[in-house]
């Protein structure tokens, strides 16, 4: 399209200089996807930029699908985490189903029993000694299923002492009950404990901000709590997710590279009572030390961060995570300050969270403000080391010369004691 588009304005400008009044209409044919991607590199790059899309969404949540999974029975083989991971509606669907199910089972077996033996039969008669006192149909046999499983208690069905294959099918469902019980009740009560509506009230700042901090340049966001019970041992973490193209030509899609956010300082464990600024220096170990203000949106990048940490009320680990495309990184901005000191307390304004305000920020990137710093400096130094090498040749000249001139004097002295002698 960028090519077709091109050609027209040279066909409409050829149309100017020869002072033709029509104009010319070109069609702008759909190019198939090969020939999109053969497009020169620089033209593609100036007539369209491509949208970025996200990795991890900003309420933290991965934009990956994973499509043509065929070994589907390792899902079965992890069947407490499958349910665990369910959405609720299934979960519920399923723990209905579980119980209805067993019940049904048992309760036909119970029926199947008492009528291979006749109890059907003999309803009402007192000579009978049925498996089951009081069973006369799949209802009541399903009902006393569930008192079974359930422990509920028997009231007026009760299971006789002339029945083994009863005592026998008591037994079994008894221990099954016992198991389907602590299976289900445990995958609702993890279901239930998951510190992920937690991670909700864990926020970022909308975008993340380029600015000088102590003389370097700096890429920072900010993370809150909005909650009184905190974060313990809460540690932060950031990725550039970037494609890339080694050497040997391999294509690597959506690369990850840690972005350095104090891991060896320390500064990357929070205590997370009040807002915080998280702040990456860009140096020459940074992957941005080379992107400059004008460079940054041409970048398609995108920044990861994930904030760890363990709940304090349950003590289970949490994470909320969210992320930075190029276009939510402001150059020169800072975050404008949330704390401020009350009357014995400090008070956090969080209508202020996500605000900035700009700053003075050189637009040269972090590599070519280091060449500049050093270029300033070069000159300084070398004329030092000029003027002192000046300095000791011309102390070794003069030592030369005197040398020279006392051999001379020492000469002259030697000439008049030798005409004297004679």
Not at 24 to 32: M, N, S, T
Not at 75 to 80: P, W
Not at 238 to 266: C, H, M, R, W
Request: with cysteine; net charge negative.
């Amino acid at each position: 399209v960028c090519l077709f588009s091109m050609a027209a304005n040279v066909l409409e400008e050829d149309s100017m200089e020869q002072d033709i009044e029509s104009p010319v209409a070109i069609h702008q044919p759909k190019l198939p996807k090969q020939a999109r991607e053969d497009l020169p590199k620089n033209i593609s790059k100036e007539c369209a930029k491509r949208k970025i899309q996200r990795y991890v969404r900003k309420d933290g949540k991965c934009n990956v699908h994973h499509g043509n999974v065929r070994e589907t029975y390792r899902y079965l083989t992890d069947i407490f985490t499958t349910l665990v991971d369910l959405k609720w509606r299934f979960n519920l669907l399923i723990f209905v189903m579980v119980y209805t199910v067993t019940w049904l089972f048992f309760g036909m077996i119970w029926w199947l029993i008492a009528y291979m033996r006749g109890d059907m039969d003999h309803i009402g008669d007192s000579t009978w000694t049925p498996c089951v006192s009081n069973l006369n149909g799949f209802v009541s046999a399903f009902l006393f299923s569930i008192e079974t499983e359930t422990t509920i208690g028997y009231g007026y069905r009760v299971i006789t002492d002339k029945c083994p294959e009863g005592i026998i099918l008591l037994l079994v469902q008894s221990v099954l009950g016992s198991i389907v019980n602590a299976f289900m009740v445990g995958c609702m009560f993890v279901k239930i404990s998951q510190p992920k509506k937690r991670a909700e009230t864990l926020v970022f700042s909308t975008n993340a901000v380029i600015s000088m901090r102590d003389g370097k340049l700096c890429l920072m966001f900010r993370v809150g709590d909005l909650r009184n019970s905190h974060i313990v041992e809460a540690s932060i973490r950031a990725k550039l997710i970037k494609s890339k193209q080694t050497k040997e030509g391999e294509f690597i899609p959506l690369n990850q590279t840690d972005i350095n956010v104090g891991y060896y300082t320390g500064d990357d464990r929070l205590f997370l009572v009040s807002p915080l600024i998280i702040s990456h220096e860009i140096n020459q170990q940074s992957p941005f030390w080379e992107i400059s203000k004008a460079q940054l949106p041409k970048e398609e990048l995108e920044i990861v961060v994930i904030l760890e940490g363990m709940v304090e009320a349950t003590g289970m680990t949490c994470q909320a995570r969210s992320s930075y495309i190029t276009s939510e990184i402001l150059w020169g901005y800072r975050f404008t300050p949330v704390l401020t000191l009350e009357d014995g307390f400090y008070e956090v304004d969080y209508n202020s969270f996500h605000e900035t305000y700009e700053t003075n920020t050189p637009v040269y990137s972090a590599k070519e403000l280091a060449e500049m710093a050093s270029r300033a400096e070069l000159p300084l130094t070398w004329s030092v080391s000029s003027k002192l090498d000046q300095h000791a040749e011309l102390e070794t000249e003069e030592e030369e010369k005197n040398q020279e001139d006392q051999n001379e004097r020492n000469g002259d002295v030697a000439n008049l004691e030798n005409e004297s002698k004679v």
